[in-house]
Structures are given as structure tokens and as C-alpha cells.
């Protein structure tokens, strides 16, 4: 990907609610899990925020403050303006070098985030980052069916080599010094109502724009591409939501 192409994602995905499959049910949910609604104090890490859809929820619904980090600085302008709280803090940064002490977070929550370290070597890189007993909570493309297309095997295979099935992600979480709490699949709606939805409708405005170039046009037409994957094989993966606890 060139730096042009990755801009121009930055710039129409910066005018989405949502970067990523999501909703605030699926964020309500997974909140529940963890049994940190009635704590005070928290110390919380919102990595890959985006625009901030997520952080919302977490700082109304859980008592502390939140750090809520990207490594894209247009993503952070969209979440200060749309979101003025006084409990959270914006931080542009890579989720692989936070300049955190070690045991400084109650919660770390990613969305559909993770997967830009690995989701191994991001589970074994955050675990110092949280306090004994600390919770993690992920969102993680995950394949749903033992038995898939080829088409889509090639697809995430290539897109991301770490996809695996839901007891893979356990097994994962499992050894990388975590108790898994529960775990969930994300909705469609959550895909194709909240995140596709909105893209495609600015995929479309995008494509009546003629000073776009070529290699912009293949941007646009690799997203809609994702889009009728999913809705013609979601059957066969989708989003694990998984909510662990430290244990070492």
C-alpha cells in the first residue's frame, strides 16, 4: 500500500462512525463480562480507537479514566470533537511501542484492532501493560465454519495468516497468560448495518468523483470487493468478542 493510498483510506474512513465491525450493544455486552461496571477508579487503554464509537461507551457506562489510542492523528481529531469528556484522554501512538509503565491498566480494549500486532504477539506484548487480575477485552476476525471456499481461505490467508477458529483464539488467549471470561460472535448487523453500510455509501459518492485517480479507484473497489465477500460467505467467519483476565 502506498502512503497516497493509505491517506485516502484514513480520509473516508475518518467520516465513518465506525472503522470496524461494532455497535454499542456489542461494546454493553462485553463490558458486562468483565463485572467492572460498579468499580471505581479505573484505569483504562482503548487501543486502535478510531473515531471513538467504543470509547464512548466504555467512559459512560465504567467509572475511571480512559486512554484512548490511535496511531492515526485524524481519527483522534474526529473522537475530541465529537466526544468532550473529561475522562478521556486522546494519544496518538503505536499500540507496539506504548510508553506505559508496567501494571498501569484495569482494562485493555481493542476492537477489530489487534490484528496489526498479531493476535498472539499482541495478547503476550499487552499482558505486562495490565494490573494482576486486569482484564483484556478483543474483538478478533474468526473463522466460524470448520469447512470453507477456497475462495475465502485465500482471501484471509492473505489478508490475515492468524485467522483461526474459535477454540484456536481460546487455546491463544489461554497461553498467553489469560483465563478466558466468555466469549461472543458479533452480529451481521454489526458488519453490514454499522460499519459496510455507511462505507458503501461513501465508496459510492467516491465513485462518482472523476479526479480520483487509478490507484485511489483500486482502493475503492478493493473495499466493495470485502463487501460482497462478506455478504455472500459470512456464514463461514466473522468477529469473536473475547473478554479474558490476567492470571500471571
Known sequence: MTENQLDF???????????????DEETLKAIKFTGLSETNEL???????????????LANHLNGNITALDLFQPFLDVLEERIK??????????????????ESFDLIWSEGAIYKMGFENGLNYLQPFLKKNGFIALSEITWLTEKRP???ETFWNNE?????????KINTI???????????????????????GPLEKELATLKE????????KEVIQSYQNEIDL???LKKHFGYGFYIARKVN
Request: glycine share 8%.
Open 9 to 23: 483510506i484514513i480520509s473516508f474512513h475518518s467520516k465513518l462512525y465506525r472503522q470496524g465491525p461494532g455497535s
Open 209 to 216: 468523483d472523476h479526479s480520483i485517480d487509478k490507484e485511489l
Open 43 to 57: 484505569k483504562i487503554l482503548d487501543l486502535g480507537c478510531g473515531t471513538g464509537a467504543q470509547t464512548n461507551v
Open 174 to 196: 489461554n497461553k498467553s497468560g489469560y483465563q478466558l471470561i466468555d466469549h461472543y460472535i458479533i452480529s451481521e448487523n454489526s458488519w453490514l448495518i454499522n460499519y459496510y
Open 150 to 152: 477456497i475462495e475465502i
Open 230 to 232: 462478506y455478504r455472500r
Open 85 to 102: 469528556l473529561p475522562n478521556i484522554r486522546s494519544f496518538q501512538g503505536s499500540m507496539d511501542d506504548l510508553p506505559f509503565e508496567k
Open 160 to 168: 490475515y495468516a492468524e485467522i483461526d477458529t474459535i477454540q484456536g
